[in-house]
């Protein structure tokens, strides 16, 4: 007896080293590309660093410029708009393709396929330009507008509208979450939907009173996901106004803010100061989401 | 052969500790065998450039085929982005071109090789002795001026034709600012198929360079800060806003913002106002008309000296190893002086020197002669001293990009935009100083 346990405890000790050894690549990673810098970009963020010199400690300055740093609240302003606007309507509108795609279709990977694409290239600089030339002043939107006698609108230098066409493009990029509200459709027991139908429940009925409910741990992670993403959207407003987040700030996203602090003006030091700001206000936001999820989250194993 | 798992465990684990190792000493091939040198030489542009580049630096790997040259090419952006994290991590190329807006900040960071003239192998003798004087930083020749070009106003010769207009004569009064803006406001008002007499450039560096020298201001000054008042900027921003508001510009919308966007703009214009150097690509992208070049219209007082031609420079890393300095200094000079380096070079204006800038006549193209014809004459002009953009103000134009939109699209008043953005620049000298 002994000696099996002893022999047992001996090659799960030789497992944990294998383990550790195929983890190595990644905590080496984690280490050296995640957390050293982390670190340093904290320790950055309390100095007047120019990237060129050394840099110099300061104290809370850069915390305390935010304040009285007007574009720095635009950034922020924006990016809320951003996040408010598009994380809701991405998610409704993955949702709303995911329960129809989920009545069984002919044809359904294709479609999946097919809608999922825009999530694998929505990030993309490709995409970003595609869009510009889409909502340009000669663009495909304007030229059929024309095609009803409506004159060229300005998408992308009109400050009330450019931020509307990356909302639109980041609802484009409904992809991933719809697979996972997929996913989580098909794991609703088909027999709660029989009780219903028997009970009389129509089908709107049968989609708020079952699946939502149901599924409201998917709605939950897909809601974590897309706001911690969007929050940190940065190539479409640098591709599209150009890098500088016009016209007059209005698509100026807070990464591309901390960007051009960082990399035009040679600012590294607030910059660090405002990527830790948007990690703690990511983390609180998180958090949140986290506190207010027992109010509306259910999971299977609940009463 | 039998490997049991504790064996490929141990195998697999030493393979990667040895991957990891060598990829953590990749040595940089900058000194091969024992006379073999590489050099890695940075530089910006579109693709055209890097080919045209890359061919002529062929002729000096032929001629010194111990040498092999690195390029490290990208475009505007990235490469600035590129060159301030290499600056960060002491890797910048051994020999690098500087843009305008960092001549400064990379001195203040000490990353340009001093005394360039000491170096044996350079040779600067195509330049003046007052030429090399006036590239001095702080009295040291620590940079070179690869080319010179300068501020045009640039018109398409075939709308002219065929609207039967003609431009007033460059000699007269009438080549003013007042009296452009007269002339395209008129051509707008007859223009065939919608165009419009100028493309919205207020943005223009070198336009609004010569429009403030020619009021007796400089964009720089010599103490390190803005060189204009709210004066001269507002009288600038209010010469567009009058073009503007008579519908003689392209809307920013249709020029796809305050960065006028050529391919866009190209066909819907007469004129826009650029750099001189600009003539060959953008000519390219309208082949079917002709494109001309004029200096710029000039104030009937305007402050003596104000001509100017603007200088790209190129520079050898301070941190270059010493092993490779001759052959940097070879390479400089191949760049500066040798005829394979023409063609590349009117990509970004005249070459500085008078010599080689006939020489260069001989390979333009006929837009490129009109680019040479015009730095030529402007050569000729009396010119007083240029200040280089102060460390901290790689942001201006941004700013100025942010002030054009406040007074276009959001109806701010020119003279508190024209305060606003001072203040702004200002703000950001201060900030590194």
């Given at each position: 007896m002994s000696v099996d346990v002893s022999s047992r405890r001996r090659k799960a000790a030789g497992q944990g080293k294998a383990a550790h050894v195929f983890l190595l690549p990644w905590l080496l990673g984690l280490v050296f590309i995640t957390a050293l810098p982390l670190v340093?970009?904290?320790?950055?963020?309390?100095?007047?660093?120019?990237?060129?010199?050394?840099?110099?400690?300061?104290?809370?300055?850069?915390?305390?410029?935010?304040?009285?740093?007007?574009?720095?609240?635009?950034?922020?302003?924006?990016?809320?708009?951003?996040?408010?606007?598009?994380?809701?309507?991405?998610?409704?509108?993955?949702?709303?393709?995911?329960?129809?795609?989920?009545?069984?279709?002919?044809?359904?990977s294709?479609?999946?396929g097919?809608?999922y694409?825009?999530?694998l290239?929505?990030?993309?600089?490709?995409?970003?330009?595609?869009?510009?030339?889409?909502?340009?002043?000669?663009?495909?939107?304007?030229?059929?507008?024309?095609?009803?006698?409506?004159?060229?609108?300005?998408?992308?230098?009109?400050?009330?509208?450019?931020?509307?066409?990356?909302?639109?493009?980041?609802?484009?990029?409904?992809?991933s979450?719809?697979i996972?509200?997929?996913a989580?459709?098909?794991?609703?027991?088909?027999?709660?939907?029989?009780?219903?139908?028997?009970?009389?429940?129509?089908?709107?009925?049968?989609?708020?009173?079952?699946?939502?409910?149901?599924?409201?741990?998917?709605?939950?992670?897909?809601?974590?996901?897309?706001?911690?993403?969007?929050?940190?959207?940065?190539?479409?407003?640098?591709?599209?106004?150009?890098?500088?987040?016009?016209?007059?700030?209005?698509?100026?996203?807070?990464?591309?803010?901390?960007?051009?602090?960082?990399?035009?003006?040679?600012?590294?030091?607030?910059?660090?100061?405002?990527?830790?700001?948007?990690?703690?206000?990511?983390?609180?936001?998180?958090?949140?989401?986290?506190?207010?999820?027992?109010?509306?989250?259910?999971?299977?194993?609940?009463? | 052969m039998n490997i049991d798992r504790r064996t490929f465990l141990a195998v697999s684990g030493l393979a990667g500790l040895g991957l990891g190792l060598a990829a953590c000493g990749v040595k940089q091939p900058s000194s091969g065998g024992s006379n073999d040198v590489s050099?890695r030489?940075?530089?910006?542009?579109?693709?055209?450039?890097?080919?045209?580049?890359?061919?002529?630096?062929?002729?000096?790997?032929?001629?010194?085929p111990h040498?092999t040259?690195q390029p490290e090419?990208?475009?505007?952006?990235?490469?600035?982005?590129?060159?301030?994290?290499?600056?960060?991590g002491?890797t910048?190329?051994?020999?690098?071109?500087?843009?305008?807006?960092?001549?400064?900040?990379?001195?203040?960071?000490?990353?340009?090789?001093?005394?360039?003239?000491?170096?044996?192998?350079?040779?600067?003798?195509?330049?003046?002795?007052?030429?090399?004087?006036?590239?001095?930083?702080?009295?040291?020749?620590?940079?070179?001026?690869?080319?010179?070009?300068?501020?045009?106003?640039?018109?398409?010769?075939?709308?002219?034709?065929?609207?039967?207009?003609?431009?007033?004569?460059?000699?007269?009064?009438?080549?003013?600012?007042?009296?452009?803006?007269?002339?395209?406001?008129?051509?707008?008002?007859?223009?065939?198929?919608?165009?419009?007499?100028?493309?919205?450039?207020?943005?223009?560096?070198?336009?609004?360079?010569?429009?403030?020298?020619?009021?007796?201001?400089?964009?720089?000054?010599?103490?390190?800060?803005?060189?204009?008042?709210?004066?001269?900027?507002?009288?600038?921003?209010?010469?567009?806003?009058?073009?503007?508001?008579?519908?003689?510009?392209?809307?920013?919308?249709?020029?796809?913002?305050?960065?006028?966007?050529?391919?866009?703009?190209?066909?819907?214009?007469?004129?826009?106002?650029?750099?001189?150097?600009?003539?060959?690509?953008?000519?390219?992208?309208?082949?079917?008309?002709?494109?001309?070049?004029?200096?710029?219209?000039?104030?009937?007082?305007?402050?003596?000296?104000?001509?100017?031609?603007?200088?790209?420079?190129?520079?050898?890393?301070?941190?270059?190893d010493?092993?490779?300095?001759?052959?940097?200094?070879?390479?400089?000079?191949?760049?500066?002086?040798?005829?394979?380096?023409?063609?590349?070079?009117?990509?970004?204006?005249?070459?500085?020197?008078?010599?080689?800038?006939?020489?260069?006549?001989?390979?333009?193209?006929?837009?490129?002669?009109?680019?040479?014809?015009?730095?030529?004459?402007?050569?000729?002009?009396?010119?007083?001293?240029?200040?280089?953009?102060?460390?901290?103000?790689?942001?201006?134009?941004?700013?100025?990009?942010?002030?054009?939109?406040?007074?276009?699209?959001?109806?701010?008043?020119?003279?508190?935009?024209?305060?606003?953005?001072?203040?702004?620049?200002?703000?950001?000298?201060?900030?590194?100083?």
């Amino acid at each position: 007896m002994s000696v099996d346990v002893s022999s047992r405890r001996r090659k799960a000790a030789g497992q944990g080293k294998a383990a550790h050894v195929f983890l190595l690549p990644w905590l080496l990673g984690l280490v050296f590309i995640t957390a050293l810098p982390l670190v340093a970009s904290l320790y950055l963020s309390f100095t007047n660093y120019n990237l060129m010199s050394e840099p110099m400690f300061i104290g809370w300055d850069n915390f305390i410029r935010m304040v009285g740093d007007p574009r720095f609240m635009s950034a922020v302003a924006v990016t809320l708009r951003y996040v408010l606007i598009s994380v809701p309507l991405q998610l409704a509108f993955a949702l709303l393709l995911a329960v129809i795609l989920d009545r069984g279709l002919r044809g359904l990977s294709f479609y999946r396929g097919a809608f999922y694409l825009p999530s694998l290239l929505g990030a993309s600089v490709a995409v970003a330009i595609v869009w510009k030339e889409v909502f340009g002043h000669d663009g495909f939107v304007n030229q059929l507008l024309g095609l009803f006698g409506v004159e060229a609108v300005s998408w992308l230098q009109d400050p009330s509208r450019a931020l509307s066409t990356l909302i639109v493009l980041n609802v484009w990029t409904f992809g991933s979450p719809m697979i996972i509200f997929l996913a989580g459709l098909r794991q609703v027991p088909e027999e709660l939907y029989e009780a219903a139908k028997v009970d009389g429940a129509g089908q709107v009925r049968r989609f708020w009173n079952i699946t939502l409910p149901m599924i409201t741990p998917i709605v939950f992670f897909n809601l974590v996901l897309q706001t911690i993403g969007s929050f940190q959207s940065f190539t479409q407003a640098h591709v599209i106004s150009g890098g500088s987040g016009g016209p007059l700030d209005s698509t100026l996203f807070y990464t591309l803010y901390l960007y051009q602090q960082g990399f035009v003006g040679y600012k590294m030091g607030y910059a660090s100061a405002l990527a830790w700001v948007l990690l703690i206000f990511i983390g609180i936001v998180t958090a949140i989401h986290f506190l207010l999820a027992k109010y509306w989250v259910f999971y299977g194993d609940e009463n | 052969m039998n490997i049991d798992r504790r064996t490929f465990l141990a195998v697999s684990g030493l393979a990667g500790l040895g991957l990891g190792l060598a990829a953590c000493g990749v040595k940089q091939p900058s000194s091969g065998g024992s006379n073999d040198v590489s050099l890695r030489y940075g530089w910006w542009g579109n693709t055209i450039r890097q080919r045209t580049y890359e061919t002529a630096f062929e002729t000096f790997t032929t001629d010194h085929p111990h040498v092999t040259v690195q390029p490290e090419f990208a475009e505007y952006a990235a490469f600035q982005e590129r060159m301030t994290t290499q600056i960060a991590g002491r890797t910048a190329p051994d020999l690098f071109w500087i843009a305008s807006a960092q001549v400064l900040s990379y001195y203040k960071a000490g990353i340009y090789h001093d005394d360039l003239d000491k170096i044996e192998t350079l040779d600067l003798s195509n330049f003046t002795p007052e030429q090399l004087e006036s590239f001095k930083i702080d009295g040291k020749l620590n940079t070179v001026p690869l080319a010179v070009t300068a501020p045009v106003v640039r018109f398409n010769e075939t709308f002219l034709d065929e609207a039967g207009a003609t431009l007033p004569d460059e000699a007269s009064t009438g080549w003013s600012w007042d009296g452009l803006a007269e002339f395209l406001i008129d051509y707008t008002k007859d223009a065939p198929e919608g165009r419009v007499g100028i493309a919205h450039n207020a943005q223009q560096d070198l336009t609004f360079e010569s429009w403030l020298r020619q009021h007796g201001q400089q964009l720089w000054n010599e103490e390190g800060t803005v060189g204009f008042d709210a004066d001269g900027l507002g009288g600038w921003l209010e010469w567009w806003e009058k073009l503007r508001k008579a519908g003689a510009t392209l809307s920013l919308s249709e020029q796809e913002g305050p960065g006028m966007d050529w391919a866009l703009a190209g066909d819907k214009t007469l004129m826009t106002f650029g750099n001189a150097n600009h003539i060959a690509d953008h000519a390219k992208m309208f082949p079917d008309y002709t494109f001309q070049l004029r200096g710029m219209p000039v104030l009937p007082d305007a402050a003596a000296g104000y001509t100017f031609g603007f200088m790209n420079r190129l520079t050898i890393y301070s941190g270059i190893d010493p092993d490779l300095l001759a052959d940097a200094g070879r390479f400089l000079s191949f760049n500066l002086n040798h005829e394979a380096m023409l063609t590349p070079t009117l990509s970004l204006g005249a070459p500085v020197s008078g010599k080689q800038l006939e020489a260069a006549f001989d390979v333009a193209s006929a837009d490129e002669q009109k680019m040479l014809r015009i730095v030529q004459h402007n050569n000729a002009q009396e010119s007083k001293p240029r200040y280089e953009a102060p460390a901290g103000t790689g942001t201006w134009r941004d700013i100025m990009t942010r002030t054009i939109e406040e007074i276009v699209l959001g109806g701010m008043g020119v003279k508190e935009a024209s305060q606003k953005m001072i203040e702004g620049i200002q703000d950001e000298i201060a900030q590194v100083s």
